[in-house]
């Protein structure tokens, strides 16, 4: 496997390691943040595995899938899975939205997100 794509797998393992972390710690915000970026990182190591170019500098998850051509291959629960985490990597960022996604995120909810990221990654690291 080429080099930069093992690093991209490398760290969204990292990060799913720490949203587990976060689960334990309870604290619910980094969960999805977490979940957000360890999906965003195997995005690009999808992207530079099929690409053979750098990926985007972009968070968008939904971006990122549709500029490596992989967003039409997911299922439509997927796709809903993405949208419903993508707002994620911003809002935790962002202390005025803090209090309202931290109402959101309760211990269940993090650990469906969880779920769905550890399967996604799964998904796409089968396809590499």
């Not at 490398?10 to 990060?15: A, F, L, P, Q």
Request: charged fraction near 35%; aromatic fraction near 14%.
């Amino acid at each position: 496997m080429d080099d930069k794509v093992q690093y991209w797998i490398e760290i969204s393992d990292y990060d799913l390691e720490t949203a587990e972390a976060m689960l334990r710690s309870k604290r619910y915000l980094y969960v999805g943040f977490m979940c957000h970026q360890a999906i965003e990182k195997v995005f690009k190591a999808y992207f530079t595995s099929t690409k053979s170019e750098t990926a985007p500098f972009s968070h968008s998850l939904s971006y990122l899938a549709k500029k490596g051509d992989f967003y039409e291959s997911f299922s439509e629960e997927q796709k809903d899975f993405i949208d419903q985490i993508e707002p994620l990597n911003i809002e935790a960022r962002y202390p005025s939205h803090k209090e309202r996604l931290l109402k959101s995120l309760t211990e269940m909810k993090c650990l469906e997100i969880l779920k769905r990221t550890k399967e996604l990654q799964i998904w796409i690291k089968e396809k590499l």
